[in-house]
C-alpha cells in the first residue's frame, strides 16, 4: 500500500513539473473571433475599428500606419511582447488607462497563450512563414 501511495505521489509531482501543453493555433484562431469585429490579420489585413494586428510581437502600440489610435496607445511606450499582451488582454482599459479599446478581456491563461500563437503567425506583411 506504501509502494502505490509513494509511485502516486512521484507520478503527481512529475505530471506537475512538466512543461505547459503546446500551445494550440487552432483553438487561437477560433478565440480571434472575439476581435475579429474590430481587428483583421493576414495578407489582406486593413485597419478597421482596430489596427490590424500583422506583426504585433515587437512592434511599438501605436505605430500601425493609417490607423488613428488614442493618445493613450501612442504615449504608452509599450512594445508587444507575450507578456505584455498577456497583461494587456486580460484587461486592456487597466494596462492601457483612456485607450478606446472596449473589451471587457479573456482571463484564461490557455486561451491567451493559443491566441497569441495564432497572431504569432503573422509577420508585418501578414504572411505566414
Known sequence: MMKKIAA??????????APAAAQDIAAGEKSFAK?????QVGETAKNVVG???NGLFGRTAGTVE???????N???????SEEVFKEY??????????TKMA????????EID??????KQFDAEGKKP
Do not use: E, Q
Open 8 to 17: 502516486a505521489v512521484a507520478l503527481a509531482v512529475i505530471a506537475a513539473s
Open 35 to 39: 476581435c475579429r469585429a474590430c481587428h
Open 51 to 53: 489596427p490590424k494586428l
Open 66 to 72: 493609417g490607423y488613428n489610435y488614442s493618445a493613450a
Open 74 to 80: 501612442k504615449a504608452s511606450g509599450i512594445v508587444w
Open 89 to 98: 488582454i486580460r484587461k486592456p482599459a487597466a494596462k492601457m488607462p483612456g
Open 103 to 110: 473589451f471587457a478581456g479573456i482571463n484564461n491563461d490557455a
Open 114 to 119: 493559443n491566441l497569441t500563437a495564432y497572431l
